[in-house]
């Protein structure tokens, strides 16, 4: 159910967006979900919250009603050339290779007749390869392990994520994210070894990664290795930008110009390391708008909250020249 403060947010950001149109500001934003569908999530305890069918539906329509959305290759280009007087341009894209792309989001998009693109490694292509955080969230949320079993993770923090404190398992997420390939990877099979089999989202085949292109969305790369990139020394960023793209490609029917960082974190040397790899944009996010100055190589992308108006009045404030 909906609250009359989120109505009123709503309302909120409603005003603000059509009060910021009679401005000449070129702007824009981009909106980054993962997990979509079911019942909302709880972002407190959840790594990446699940942000429910009906949220997303709403949300969606909200965007359709109040924003111009083009595919996320196409936003810089419409940021630069909005006029005083027309919607402003937005972005929907989706990160990770999760099956709940193509059974809740793809309905909801096509229902309501807008474009995203999904962001994908191809870490699934053949196989389930369930990801290192949702073995972290198994693990923790069915206190599958002790709070000294992680290598390379505090296991103080472990312990207060096992002991359900608000956002610490966002600070062993933390950790994880931080730790270079080998040390990851360790840290990862200790995880895989404490959940056992593999439950939950069994991420996407290449006939389901082909049936998004049929639907008309747009496809960029994610990284096969998931890795940390600014971390990575220069040649491990090369190997990082060019594993798993081709592979990908093959499925996808097409090049693979746009890339999303993983964990979402870029900076000027991996932007460099894109471009030089032949990408022609790149999102990570930062919460910021898009503006005609924007590094199309480091396109700043903002999540969404767990409600329709706290995402609405999130996106107008982005884009009101005044904020």
């Known amino acids: 159910m909906t609250s009359a403060r989120d109505v009123g947010r709503t309302i909120l950001a409603v005003l603000v967006s059509r009060l ?19 019942d909302r999530g709880n972002p407190h305890f959840e790594i990446l919250a699940s942000v429910s069918s009906d949220v997303f539906a709403r949300q969606v329509g909200h965007l359709r009603r109040h924003y111009r959305v083009v595919p996320a290759a196409q936003l810089v280009d419409a940021v630069r050339s909005r006029r005083r007087g027309q919607k402003f341009p937005v972005s929907i894209t989706f990160d990770d290779d999760l099956a709940s792309h193509v059974g809740y989001a793809v309905p909801a998009l096509q229902r309501a007749g807008v474009p995203a693109t999904f962001f994908l490694g191809g870490v699934s292509l053949e196989a389930p390869h369930p990801f290192w955080w949702e073995d972290l969230q198994r693990a923790v949320d069915e206190r599958l392990i002790r709070p000294d079993a992680l290598p390379h993770v505090s296991e103080g923090d472990l312990r207060a994520a096992l002991e359900r404190a608000p956002k610490a398992i966002f600070r062993v997420a933390a950790a994880i994210e931080r730790l270079d390939p080998a040390e990851r990877n360790e840290t990862a099979a200790a995880l895989r070894t404490a959940v056992g089999t593999p439950a939950g989202d069994e991420g996407l085949r290449a006939g389901q990664v082909q049936s998004l292109v049929a639907a008309g969305f747009d ?11 600014p971390a990575l020394p220069d040649p491990a960023l090369e190997r990082a930008l060019h594993d798993g793209r081709e ?38 996010t930062k919460r910021n708008s898009v503006t005609a100055d924007t590094d199309p190589l480091l396109i700043p992308r903002m999540p969404p909250a767990m409600s329709v108006g706290k995402t609405a009045l999130r996106l107008a404030r982005a884009v009101a020249p005044w904020s």
């Open 20 to 38: 910021a149109r009679l401005s000449a500001a070129r702007a824009g934003a981009v909106l980054v979900y993962h997990r979509v569908g079911g």
């Open 219 to 229: 496809v960029g790369f994610h990284t096969l290795g998931h890795d940390h990139l």
């Open 247 to 284: 592979a990908l490609a093959a499925v996808v029917g097409t090049r693979l110009d746009l890339i999303s960082y993983p964990y979402w974190k870029a900076d000027t040397r991996v932007a460099e390391a894109a471009r030089a790899a032949g990408f022609t944009q790149g999102f990570t």
